[in-house]
């Protein structure tokens, strides 16, 4: 089979070839530079510019993997959750190639593809389902916290997510203070690597809280009220780096122990991790680190599948596509506040 892919859930126009669980190309195009000046995504924005740079994705991931549009077998597109104008750009495009081919298609839920990309390996990268085990899965990323338990292929159930700004909101959001630009969370793991993460005592919310949610708007609120009344500190490079590392710190604590204890507690073997967030370095060291000591087995998706991507997409539709009756009618519609619990999860 070979499948084409489109992804344009928030700010990266992306489309992906996949054939027999290999990604033989995923291009993106990003829309940071566009973005930076307004410090976030600004949805109208962002849907002009996939409009724009589709089709010249489109055409170059089908360059590179040497496939011509009469060639392929399906047509996958992300459906939800995202922003509803740049959902819509990548949906319906597909859903027209997908009729005009006359050949079967399948809207992808953005999170659930994210669940599976730590079952991705090499270079092609290929999908590893062979070795899938269930595990316990943290999703982490710009505007979503998840921890999801995948008792197998196709079957899961969300044991928590964020209950207001996610882990890489807040690192956005505490840029923005510290006078940082978007996206912020690279920054602040730059000048993180050589500050003091106990300089500054953040409060680490929800730690102790015996549920699987996650709650950053209370981390992101002490450090505006800390800055308020220190403003000298945002002059003071030594203090702006030890900021950053606390302020990491705080967040990366929260997300690798509350991942561990739901893991420990459910029973699995292994754990997961995908999303933008998890390109953090201190991140991965501390649940790599984390697993370590627990016996757990460790996967964590290769950093160009964590971000925004139409070849995670492609994947898991090319494993859906593989059931019965899979195939959706075109007159569906995207989903912009799609729900992972809504999902039917009886198995690929």
């Known amino acids: 089979m070979n499948l084409l892919a489109f992804e344009t859930s928030c700010d990266e126009t992306s489309v992906a070839v996949v054939s027999q669980g290999c990604i033989r190309s995923n291009v993106i195009s990003s829309q940071v ?16 510019e996939h409009l724009r740079n589709l089709l010249p994705v489109a055409g170059e991931a089908l360059r590179l993997a040497g496939i011509a549009p009469g060639d392929l077998d399906a047509i996958a597109a992300t459906r939800g959750p995202g922003l509803p104008s740049a959902l819509m750009v ?40 062979g070795a899938f085990e269930p595990n316990l899965s943290l999703i982490v990323s710009g505007g979503h916290t998840l921890l999801v338990h995948l008792l197998a292929e196709g079957r899961h159930r969300v044991l928590g997510s964020t209950l ?44 102790q809280e015996a549920n699987d949610d996650f709650s950053f708007s209370g981390l992101k609120t002490s450090v505006r009220y ?24 705080a967040i990366v604590e929260v997300l690798a122990v509350k991942t561990l204890k739901a ?36 996967r964590v998706a290769p950093a160009g599948l964590c971000t925004d991507n139409a070849g995670m997409i492609g994947i898991l539709a090319e494993r859906k596509l593989q059931k019965p009756a899979a195939s959706e009618a075109l007159v569906e519609e995207v989903l912009p506040s799609w729900e992972m619990d809504s999902l039917q999860t009886n198995g690929f």
């Open 33 to 48: 530079d566009l973005h930076r000046e307004y410090g976030g995504v600004v949805p109208e924005l962002a849907a002009r």
């Open 90 to 129: 990548g949906f319906k495009a597909a859903q027209a190639m997908s009729f005009t081919l006359e050949v079967p298609f399948v809207g992808v839920h953005h999170h659930e593809a994210h669940l599976y990309s730590p079952w991705i390996v090499g270079d092609p990268p290929r999908a590893d389902f």
């Open 164 to 207: 207001d700004d996610a882990a890489g909101e807040c690192f956005d959001k505490v840029g923005k203070l510290l006078g940082l630009p978007y996206p912020a969370g690279p920054e602040i793991e730059r000048l993180a690597e050589s500050g003091d993460r106990r300089a500054y005592d953040f409060p680490r919310p929800m730690l």
């Open 226 to 249: 800390f800055l308020r009344d220190r403003p000298e500190l945002l002059d003071d490079a030594k203090a702006r780096r030890n900021l950053c590392a606390s302020v990491q710190a």
């Open 263 to 298: 893991a420990s507690r459910i029973g699995v073997r292994c754990v997961t991790a995908s999303g933008g967030v998890t390109c953090n370095r201190t991140l991965r060291q501390a649940l790599e680190q984390g697993c370590r000591r627990s016996g757990l087995r460790w």
